[in-house]
């Protein structure tokens, strides 16, 4: 249904300084597997194999990550340890990719925009992989937002109770409920102090857009550092009533901060160990 998934990877991980200096922060383990790779999995389930990356100065690793490694795989060739690379295998053989680096870090909306030539004009999916989702033992976050377009055939935006204390960092929604966990969007405030907070949905790193949204991004005034925020242009979606907001199954972790990455090691691992003891 939808084939196309964009990965804007190119911002700096500040947060995560000073791992991040010379290392994409999309390339942090969480255990033994970097954030990317969690991503692309969660986009192949959901059917989206092409996958577009906007990249940046110092992001090269991402490319290699997705590509053979020849004297790697002659020198494990045999042994126990190829197994590892299965996963990634899998990927590599499913999956096309292509990248488009952005040069200057002005904002998510302007990174989505960088991405519009490996997109055209079709619906796509976008995963910031700083956001890890899991869902155990059910569909990924991707697949079942998928779900929600098939029904809806507008822009999907994952969104997560919040503390109000913690409104400032997150785009917030506000809209009117459709059913249980799906609403229609009618307006969406970028980082609001706990007070102004419209309410206390916060949009995480995980969308579905249409591909309108370029056009309208393009004429999105750039506001705070000279950022291009996301939130302007589906705001102007919201106000034709075609972006819904998805309250989905399962857990989001922050890896791009300390504590959340710290938080989603410790739930990968022991989510290993229980599956091995079963
Ligand atoms: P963040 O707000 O997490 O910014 O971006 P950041 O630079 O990656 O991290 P911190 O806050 O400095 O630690 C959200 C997502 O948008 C991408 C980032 O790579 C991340 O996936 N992004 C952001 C871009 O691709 N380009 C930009 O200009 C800004």
């Not at 100065?57 to 795989?73: C, M, P, Q, T, V």
């Not at 009618?186 to 916060?202: I, Q």
């Not at 750039?222 to 102007?236: K, S, Y």
């Amino acid at each position: 249904m939808i084939e196309k998934c964009l990965f804007p990877a190119a911002g700096y991980g500040t947060r995560f300084l000073p791992a991040t200096k010379a290392m994409p922060k999309e390339m942090l383990p969480i255990v033994d597997k970097p954030l990317i790779q969690y991503g692309v999995e969660e986009a192949l389930d959901a059917g989206m194999h092409h996958i577009g990356m906007v990249t940046g100065r110092g992001k090269r690793a991402l490319e290699d990550h997705f590509d053979i490694s020849y004297e790697l795989e002659d020198q494990i060739s045999g042994t126990a340890k190829e197994s590892a690379l299965d996963g990634i295998r899998r990927l590599i053989r499913d999956c096309s990719f292509s990248y488009t680096r952005q040069i200057e870090m002005k904002g998510l909306g302007h990174a989505i925009l960088t991405g519009r030539p490996l997109i055209g004009d079709v619906p796509f999916g976008v995963v910031l992989a700083d956001d890890l989702c899991l869902n155990h033992g059910g569909p990924g976050v991707l697949a079942q937002m998928v779900e929600l377009y098939r029904q809806f055939r507008c822009s999907i935006v994952a969104v997560q109770d919040v503390p109000r204390a913690d409104t400032a960092s997150y785009g917030i929604v506000e809209g009117e409920t459709i059913r249980g966990d799906v609403m229609r969007v009618t307006r969406m405030v970028e980082k609001p102090k706990p007070e102004d907070a419209p309410s206390t949905l916060a949009i995480i790193g995980r969308y579905i857009l249409t591909p309108d949204i370029f056009g309208l991004i393009e004429s999105t005034p750039p506001g705070r550092n000279g950022e291009i925020q996301l939130t302007d242009a589906l705001n102007e979606q919201a106000r034709r009533g075609c972006v819904i907001a998805y309250r989905f199954k399962g857990r989001r972790f922050d890896c791009g901060s300390v504590a959340g990455y710290l938080e989603a090691t410790n739930h990968v691992y022991r989510s290993r160990l229980d599956d091995a003891a079963t």
